[in-house]
């Protein structure tokens, strides 16, 4: 592909794929350089947009003359990329393994805005984890006008977080409890199909607290940084957060309950919701889901409700394509650095 400016290691992955068709289609074009992650084939004909392009080997020379690399493989493939990338060249990173460099910066375009949407000097651009992402949206615009006492939000995360791992692996478990068959249990050494997990097994490799305490990490970080734009209003007070593991493939799904200092009618509480990253359904449309969402930019909210309890508190029922707001904020970041 001629005119090359990012390379791509995990070209296959799914967030690989998701950065393929968001670069494709933004404008101007951001374009790419396939590189296979190490569990992929290298060699391969495919296609970025409507261009034909091919795999390449990760290797020096594939990631030599780029203007960028994103890193969305595996964490194999991440680590290797990091030693091979010469330095000075930004790296935008999707996996999380290069959070804790010292020349790393949190990322997160759709909630920097203004004076903070700029090029930073960083050469790691850590693109924030797409469940603080869709908070800090959440919560960000509901305390620029109606302010928040404090929230409490549960967060339903999907097996694509995992990756092809961990959609396989639920698939596998759904088509195993059918057919009365033994569980693979790589990915959450647990039952997670038609199941709800508090924590995964103990010999995951991941942990979920660790998935949780890294959104609470992000959210503090992002809640933060909008707070300091130009006019912007106080920071929105950190919510309670609880992160469960639930048995869909794509998106997360938030119930999140908050008090507010002096509780706003619906009407204008949806109306002043709405922004150019949140659709919000009214009453009168039927709440949104994580397969609805599945393609869909930003985040919805909907199941709008006030709480019987408490007459200061609403209910919020949020979703978000977790996959698409990840390669969205790391594409933006990437026409930041052109």
Known sequence: MANVTF????????????????????????????IAADEEQPGTLTRVG?????VEFLQADSLAGVRGVFLAGSAASGL????????????????????????????????????????SAAAIHVVAHPA???LALFLRRLQAHHPIR????????????????????????????????????VVFDAQSAFNLLARYGDEAPVK????????????????????????????????????IQAPVFHGYT???WVEFEDRPELDPLEASLAAAAIEVRGAAFEPPTNVGQAGQSGITVGAISPDRNHPQACWFWIVSDNLRLSAENAVAVARQIL
């Open 254 to 256: 938030f119930s999140a």
């Open 208 to 243: 979920l607290e660790d998935s949780e305490l890294r959104i609470e990490r992000h959210l503090a970080s992002l809640l933060s940084l909008a707070s300091h734009a130009p006019g912007a209003a106080k920071a929105a007070p950190m919510p309670s957060l609880r992160v």
């Open 80 to 119: 290797k990329a990091l030693k091979l990338v010469r330095a000075g060249t930004p790296v935008i990173d999707l996996t999380g393994l290069a959070e804790d460099r010292p020349d790393a910066r949190l990322r997160a375009p759709m909630i920097e805005s203004g004076a903070g949407a700029t090029a």
């Open 7 to 34: 390379a791509l290691v995990g070209s296959d992955s799914l967030l690989g794929r998701e950065i393929r068709d968001v670069a494709s289609a933004t404008k101007p074009e951001v374009r790419l350089r396939l």
């Open 132 to 134: 603080a992402i869709a």
């Open 150 to 185: 404090r929230s409490v939000v549960l967060v339903l995360a999907p097996a694509s977080e995992h990756g092809s791992p961990g959609i396989t692996e639920l698939q596998h478990q759904t088509i195993s409890l059918l057919s009365f068959k033994p569980l693979p249990q």
């Open 50 to 54: 409507d261009e034909p392009a091919v």
